[in-house]
T-cell receptor, first 117, second 111 residues
Framework: GAVVSQHPSRVICKSGTSVKIECRSL??????MFWYRQFPKQSLMLMAT?????????EQGVEKDKFLINHASLTLSTLTVTSAHPEDSSFYIC?????????????FGPGTRLTVL | RKEVEQDPGPFNVPEGATVAFNCTYS??????FFWYRQDCRKEPKLLMS???SGNEDGRFTAQLNRASQYISLLIRDSKLSDSATYLC????????????FGRGTSLIVHP
């Protein structure tokens, strides 16, 4: 399957700092990338859908000024958690959509575990 | 009714058992369907796509029933390593990709 990388895999930061997470599709061009968050023992929660060259579409309840998404190229999307607080501690996962007609599929990055102290 | 519904389980089965999960979806215009597997503290990984004719990959068989709007996943001869959460994903748009995830079904295979 297609490969999606995510960096960093783990980050621990102090409250109030900003954290930037990168998501790259390594062997295909992804016009659409998704950002999810998952708290322990809970299901994936879609935060936003990011299309290359345009503003991200945020899900209800997700603050766009807190979670800044940039999708500058067909292979890179970034999520910046601004002024992170302990309640932002979570597992952040990106995915990239490989569009192939009726075989559209999304592939996930390995995730970033964020701990805010 | 939720867009995509799954029985959260957990399903507790012994090794070697056959287990089946169902996933129902509400949007009759949904176009493509997938099963993902997620291990604890890991990202989801694509298990298989689901086609109208059904498809099989080793011990795994996926079926689509458009009339009743559900997809199923059958696992034969369960292994301990099959223990995971199985996520149903439905793409509701033709020509673009708008996935909706189910909450997942937890499977525990015990010796």
């Amino acid at each position: 399957g297609a490969v999606v990388s995510q960096h960093p895999s783990r980050v621990i930061c102090k409250s109030g700092t900003s954290v930037k997470i990168e998501c790259r599709s390594l062997d295909f061009q992804a016009t659409t990338m998704f950002w999810y968050r998952q708290f322990p023992k809970q299901s994936l929660m879609l935060m936003a859908t990011s299309n290359e060259g345009s503003k991200a579409t945020y899900e209800q309840g997700v603050e766009k000024d807190k979670f800044l998404i940039n999708h500058a190229s067909l292979t890179l999307s970034t999520l910046t958690v601004t002024s992170a607080h302990p309640e932002d501690s979570s597992f952040y996962i990106c995915s990239a959509a490989l569009l192939a007609g009726n075989a559209d599929t999304q592939y996930f990055g390995p995730g970033t575990r964020l701990t805010v102290l | 009714r939720k867009e995509v519904e799954q029985d959260p389980g957990p399903f507790n089965v012994p090794e070697g058992a056959t287990v089946a999960f169902n996933c129902t979806y509400s949007n009759s215009a949904s176009q493509s369907f997938f099963w993902y597997r997620q291990d604890c503290r890991k990202e989801p990984k694509l298990l298989m796509s689901v086609y109208s004719s059904g498809n099989e990959d080793g011990r795994f068989t996926a079926q689509l029933n458009r009339a009743s709007q559900y997809i199923s996943l059958l696992i034969r001869d369960s292994k301990l390593s099959d223990s995971a959460t199985y996520l149903c994903v439905v793409n509701k748009a033709w020509g673009s990709y708008i996935p909706t995830f189910g909450r997942g079904t937890s499977l525990i295979v015990h010796p």
